[in-house]
């Protein structure tokens, strides 16, 4: 599984800070995640659940399991205007 770890321009307008992604948008259908939902079947969730500060806010993270190309997730995503970055997490190494 890869992870794509995603910053918004805005802090996310979900029902709350720990729900879906709808990118400064109304309606999640028209967000960050109604575009991974519809593209890729998949969503975001809160990097830092719990969060009240607003720059924590802006930062999401997508699980993106085998069979689904965590790039094409990452390129789809810079290319929306409500996203400031989207980039694939490293894989971590050995110690």
Do not use: I, N
């Amino acid at each position: 599984m890869a992870e794509v770890v995603v910053q918004l321009r805005t802090p996310s307008r979900g029902p709350s800070a720990d729900g879906p992604a709808s990118g400064g948008t109304e309606g999640a259908g028209d967000g960050v995640d109604g575009c991974l939902r519809r593209r890729f079947g998949l969503a975001s969730r809160p990097l830092h659940p719990g969060a009240g500060d607003p720059e924590a806010l802006v930062w999401r993270t997508v699980d993106v399991p085998a069979g689904v190309d965590a790039e094409s997730v990452a390129e789809a995503l810079r290319a929306r205007p409500d996203v400031a970055a989207a980039y694939v997490k490293p894989q971590a190494g050995l110690p």
